[in-house]
């Protein structure tokens, strides 16, 4: 019985393995698809639409079907999201440059400095946002500022995860050519879930206290 139980749990991990293994080259392939900066957006996109559904238990997904599906659909729109966070980033690392060259006020500096950890906090939850609620480019940016600001600590310990994870993956390079994108991906949704559903139980607390207010008025009046 201890045996079979045994074969069972390598057999697990030996699936989890080639599903890593399998959703990270599919990354890379679409990633080169797109021309690289066309695609890496819409492929991150992709692969954290079948990351989620396993998160949540489905782990007979569809792989190649539901990464194909959301990066056609989700090409467009992703991109103008992705872009324009790799403008902003481009923005403030030529005004890095400048600031190095040229020296700056105190200031500028710490304003640049702000800048940037905002421009960190934001990317937690940009595109994890979008798979998880789709929506406009101003609603996706607004919420993700929103979110990744209301939930600072977990922000923080999606910048800190992913750090570790590229550190130790990088560490062996084998491992970060085969697992490098699912599973900062899988630790970032991982992460971030919990974010969503703090937002979900502050929303349903407030809905259930006007809820209780506006009862209560009726009675009253």
């Known amino acids: 019985m201890?045996?079979?139980?045994?074969?069972?749990?390598?057999?697990?991990?030996?699936s989890?393995?080639?599903?890593?293994?399998?959703?990270?080259?599919?990354?890379?392939?679409?990633?080169?698809?797109?021309?690289?900066?066309?695609g890496f957006f819409p492929a991150t996109a992709a692969l954290m639409a079948?990351?989620?559904?396993?998160?949540?238990?489905?782990?007979?997904?569809?792989?190649?079907?539901?990464?194909?599906?959301?990066?056609h659909s989700s090409f467009v729109a992703v991109n103008k999201i992705g872009l324009t966070f790799a403008a902003a980033v481009l923005v403030l690392y030529v005004n890095f440059l400048v600031i190095q060259q040229n020296g700056a006020s105190l200031m500028v500096i710490a304003a640049f400095f702000l800048a940037v950890f905002f421009l960190a906090v934001l990317s937690t939850h940009l595109l994890p946002v979008y798979a998880e609620k789709k929506g406009s480019f101003l609603h996706v940016w607004k919420t993700a500022f929103?979110?990744?600001?209301f939930n600072l600590p977990i922000s923080l310990a999606v910048l800190i995860g992913q750090s570790a994870i590229y550190y130790l993956l990088f560490s062996y390079p084998s491992a970060a050519l085969f697992f490098l994108s699912s599973t900062l991906v899988m630790i970032q949704l991982w992460l971030v879930q919990h974010s969503f559903n703090r937002v979900e139980k502050k929303v349903e607390a407030l809905y259930a206290k006007k809820?209780?207010?506006?009862?209560?008025e009726t009675h009253t009046t």
């Open 146 to 149: 929103i979110m990744s600001i």
């Open 2 to 14: 201890k045996s079979n139980a045994f074969m069972e749990k390598m057999i697990l991990v030996f």
């Open 211 to 216: 809820s209780a207010l506006s009862i209560h």
């Open 50 to 71: 079948v990351c989620k559904q396993w998160l949540d238990g489905e782990e007979s997904v569809p792989v190649f079907r539901t990464f194909w599906t959301e990066y």
């Open 16 to 38: 989890w393995i080639a599903k890593m293994a399998y959703v990270h080259i599919l990354w890379m392939l679409f990633t080169t698809a797109g021309l690289v900066l066309f």
